[in-house]
Structures are given as C-alpha cells and as structure tokens.
C-alpha cells in the first residue's frame, strides 16, 4: 500500500534522529488528515471511510518502521529513547566487541518476531484479557503491586556480588525516582517550537552521554564485523517469546513502557547475555505496537500517541466476536508490512554504518557525538533541557563507578508510574 511506504518512510526519518518521536509524526498526520482525506475521496474516487484507513496505515507503518531503525542510533551514537534506552547496555558493549552490524540484526529479529508473535498472539490476547476469562480488571489493579515486585528484583539482582552492592543498588535506585518525580512534570519547550517532553534530555543523560564519556578512553572502535550472522534458533525464539509476552502487558497497562517490560524479560537468564537482551527488547517493542492496536480495539483506549491519532481519523469498532474488525486487520496487515521492510532495510543500512564507523578515530567521534547529542536536546528541550541533561548524566555515571547495573536508573519511570497508580 502506498501509504505504508509513507509511514515507513516517516519512521525511517524518527528512527535515525534522536529526539524526533513517531508520536510527533502521528501529531502530523493526524493534523493534516481531514485535508488529506479529502483529497484522496475527490481525486481517486475512494470512500472518506476508506481514505481515512489509509492515513491510520501511514501512522502505523510509520510506528512499527520507528521501532527497528531507533536500534541504529541507539547501538552505533549512544542516542535513546524512552522505549530503546536499556538496548544502549548491550549495543554498545557489543559495539566495542566489533559486532555493531549483529547488535542491530539482532534487534531486527526481534522486532519482526515481536510483530509476527504478537499478531498470531492477538486473538488469545483478546480472549484472556477480555471475555470469557475478562482478567483485564485484576491486572490493572495489580500493576502497582507487580512494578514494586520488579523494582525489588532488579535490586536483589545484586545480591550475587555482595550486600554493599544491594545497597548502592537500592540507594541509585531511590536517587533515579525522586530525580523522575521531580523532572518528569517539569514543561520543557523548543527555542524552535518543537513538540517534545523531557524524556528525551532525561535519557540521553541516563544512557547515552554517560555511557560514551565512560568509555571514551578507548584508544580506537575496534573493526567492525559485517558477516552474516548465525543465530541460534531456540534461544532467539525464547527471548522474542518472552519479549512478546511482556510487550503484550505494555501494550495493555496504563504507565507502562517498554523498558521496565524488558527487565521482566530478562528476569529469567540466570547470565546476562547482550544478544539474547537486543532480541528481547526488540521483541517487546514491536510487539507492544500490535497489542497496543488491539487495545485500542478492545477497550477504546489509546495507549500511544500513534494510537490516540487512530482513534481520531477512524471511528474505533468494539472488538467484541471471534474475528477482529476489519479496520484493525487493515492496520495489522500494515504493521506486519512495514515490519518486512523495515527489516531489510535496517539490516542494510547497519552493515553500512559498521563499515564507516570502524574507520573513524573513537576519541574524536565520541567527542562529536556528545556536542551532536548536547545540540539536539537544546533544538527540541531548550536550557531547561540541558539542565535536566547534566543532572541525569552526572546521576547515568554512578552506576559503573559503583559496580552495579545502569538498569537501575530506569526507577526514573518506575517510581512516578508507581506514585501515580497508588496515589
């Protein structure tokens, strides 16, 4: 369909740069669709009805093709976003091994496995979450108790290296959600009247400039490899079974993002393994766009901005027999068709990167790349942004100088989402 080209398109573009969230190109197109739509109905003969489905296809694509290229910047500049920046911990560790091109091939799998999982998942999905089983309402009401077991999981996760490191864990922990309590409700604004949040100086902070000034003492990137990769079958299935599963609750529960799905995932490994981890995250992404979709046609709320854009082009119909309505299968089929893309395409233009990057002098790119990173959050959060970006890079470096896990300093979402849902 020509408008999933469109929305690949406009992905591709969010996905390359930091900052630039598909929620704003949703915010665009939904702005334009009544002039876009009336244009398509007068010109090709098509339904309103129809021409709407169309502009929702572009706004979908545009999420899904979003998920896979974010895993370019987040693996080769160290740039996150909110839903990619735990894929930096193991992009850039297998970065630094010379396996920059396998870190986004990987994440590709897990992306259109995620997607795939996620559509022959859909029905079960909607089935258990509402009739017969209906155990939407027990979970919901659960997600403040489940997100504190997670927040001790992830600090006892410690215990294997001593209880000091429980401790320094616990303490980074509190220090990261009083630092998102205070700054998640601060109102940030471009000098150039860009739509924005201060999420994006927040992770940056956390997970981009903290990672590449602590290891920006290596003398040069090593070689980067661009053979194709082999992928042990079982395990990438395990990870974007688990990473689907996980996507599936996100996609659901309100104030749940991405990231704190990946930690529940990863619970499982008894050994951290960086490429089991890019398949899961990936995973719970992509597959958190499908269920996110089914949400909205489950229950009428959006959870996405993407979303929120659907349910004001096309009227949203109830999803209340066995067979989804027909606009959601629309929209699916255009998922899985800008996932297909999107993974050529992203395995192509990571081998690219790798073969550039590896020739460059680490020291000085890491240097640009942090100025690079530092402009952007003035260009979309102005000097409240940059305030925001020092504090959360001064508080992004004490996990490694303590020995613990920088997930940790995901808290920064955890602690307000948990206030919120209790208080």
């Known amino acids: 369909m020509p408008f999933a080209a469109i929305g690949i398109f406009f992905g591709v573009v969010a996905g390359l740069l930091p900052g630039l969230h598909p929620n704003n190109v949703a915010l665009m197109l939904s702005s334009l669709a009544p002039s876009i739509i009336l244009a398509l109905s007068s010109f090709t003969g098509m339904t309103q009805g129809a021409a709407a489905e169309m502009v929702c296809a572009a706004i979908v694509s545009c999420a899904v093709s979003n998920v896979f ?12 976003d909110p839903e990619t920046a735990l894929s930096i911990l193991p992009g850039h560790s297998m970065l630094m091994k010379g ?10 799998i897990g992306c259109i496995g995620g997607v795939v999982f996620a559509i022959l998942a859909v029905a079960p999905f909607r089935f258990i979450i509402g009739s017969p089983i209906n155990l939407g309402p027990a979970i919901k009401s659960a997600t403040p108790y489940i997100l504190i077991a997670i927040s001790i999981l992830l600090i006892l996760s410690e215990y294997g290296k001593g209880a000091k490191r429980v401790a320094a864990a616990a303490a980074v922990f509190a220090l990261a959600g009083i630092f998102g309590i205070f700054t998640l409700e601060i109102s940030v604004s471009s000098p150039f009247g860009l739509a924005t949040t201060p999420l994006f100086p927040i992770f940056t902070g956390l997970f981009g400039i903290s990672t590449m000034l602590g290891s920006s003492q290596d003398a040069k990137i090593p070689e980067q490899k661009t053979d194709e990769i082999n992928v042990d079958a079982k395990i990438a299935a395990k990870s ?7 996507g599936a609750f996100v996609g659901f529960l309100p104030g749940l993002g991405p990231s704190q799905a990946t930690i529940v995932a990863n619970f499982g490994q008894k050994k951290f393994n960086a490429e089991s981890a890019m398949v899961s995250l990936a995973a719970v992404c992509s597959a958190d766009s499908i269920f996110a979709l089914a949400t909205l046609f489950m229950t009428g709320s959006a959870r996405s901005g993407a979303m929120t854009a659907v349910a004001e082009i096309i009227p949203v119909e109830q999803w209340d027999g066995i067979l989804p309505p027909n606009s959601m299968i629309i929209l699916a089929m255009s998922a899985l068709l800008s996932a297909t893309a999107s993974y050529f395409l992203v395995r192509i233009s990571a081998k690219k990167f790798a073969m550039v990057f590896s020739k460059l002098p680490y020291q000085k790119m890491s240097r640009c790349i942090v100025i690079f990173l530092i402009a952007l959050v003035w260009i979309f959060s102005g000097w409240l942004g940059l ?14 100088m303590l020995g613990i896990k920088r997930s940790h300093l995901m808290a920064v979402l955890i602690v307000p989402i948990i206030i919120r849902l209790i208080f």
Do not use: H, R
């Open 69 to 80: 290229f974010s895993y370019l910047p987040s693996t080769f500049i160290g740039a996150p």
């Open 99 to 108: 396996d920059g091109y396998k870190a986004v091939s990987l994440a590709a």
């Open 240 to 246: 974007i079974a688990t990473g689907s599963i996980a």
């Open 387 to 400: 305030f925001i970006l020092a504090v959360s890079t001064a508080i992004g470096m004490i996990p490694p």
